[in-house]
């Protein structure tokens, strides 16, 4: 939990900061993520908030509702479940994951859907590189899991040289390179 806390905030933050810098006409531009547009993915990553704080409360998996527009606010309730110190404790009733896989889970949601929301609207993102390596390191272990639940697409060739995050992207079936 100590290490990994602070990681989920930085991220969390740096997507709340740039959701709250959406304007009402970017709402339909696509997004890196082929099956969103940036209200789509604002939505969903609503509803991985409200997930994930469920998780967190060793609750149950929730469905995805409609676009709030309360992203920042449901991250604020998701980090408060997490800062929790029983949070971490086994495994997850709904997943049947340890709590610290999920907690991975969301990291990655956050360091990655926060870049698909930068490219999308023309923001700066620079993820904490921590994140990322942590981010990337879980993906590399997950990722033929994630391919099987229709998470991640086909990976994306990079250099073996490129930067971590452009490998994390690459891993996921993100372009690197994509742009509106």
Same mark, same amino acid.
């Given at each position: 939990m100590e290490d990994m806390m602070p990681?989920?905030? %930085? =991220?969390? $933050?740096?997507? #709340?900061?740039?959701? &709250?810098?959406?304007?009402? /006409?970017?709402?339909?531009?696509?997004?890196?993520?082929?099956?969103?547009?940036?209200?789509?993915?604002?939505?969903?990553?609503?509803?991985?908030?409200?997930?994930?704080?469920?998780?967190?409360?060793?609750?149950?998996?929730?469905?995805?509702?409609?676009?709030?527009?309360?992203?920042?606010? %449901? =991250?604020? $309730?998701?980090? #408060?479940?997490?800062? &929790?110190?029983?949070?971490? /404790?086994g495994t997850s009733p709904a997943m049947?994951?340890?709590?610290?896989?999920?907690?991975?889970?969301?990291?990655?949601?956050?360091?990655?859907?926060?870049?698909?929301?930068?490219?999308?609207?023309?923001?700066?993102?620079?993820?904490?590189?921590?994140?990322?390596?942590?981010?990337?390191?879980?993906?590399?272990?997950?990722?033929?899991?994630?391919?099987?639940?229709?998470?991640?697409?086909?990976?994306?060739?990079?250099?073996?040289?490129?930067?971590q995050f452009d490998r994390l992207l690459?891993?996921?079936?993100?372009?690197?390179?994509?742009?509106?």
């Amino acid at each position: 939990m100590e290490d990994m806390m602070p990681l989920m905030t %930085r =991220a969390t $933050d740096r997507t #709340a900061r740039l959701v &709250r810098a959406v304007r009402q /006409e970017q709402l339909g531009f696509s997004t890196p993520c082929a099956k969103f547009d940036v209200k789509d993915l604002i939505n969903h990553l609503e509803w991985v908030a409200e997930m994930f704080e469920s998780f967190g409360r060793k609750g149950p998996r929730v469905e995805q509702g409609p676009y709030a527009g309360d992203f920042p606010e %449901r =991250a604020e $309730d998701t980090l #408060a479940a997490w800062s &929790r110190p029983e949070s971490w /404790e086994g495994t997850s009733p709904a997943m049947g994951l340890p709590m610290t896989a999920l907690a991975h889970m969301y990291l990655v949601d956050m360091v990655v859907h926060g870049w698909d929301l930068a490219r999308a609207t023309g923001q700066e993102y620079e993820p904490d590189p921590e994140a990322v390596s942590r981010a990337l390191h879980f993906t590399d272990q997950m990722v033929e899991m994630g391919r099987q639940r229709g998470v991640f697409g086909p990976p994306v060739a990079v250099p073996d040289d490129a930067p971590q995050f452009d490998r994390l992207l690459g891993v996921i079936g993100r372009d690197p390179a994509w742009t509106v």
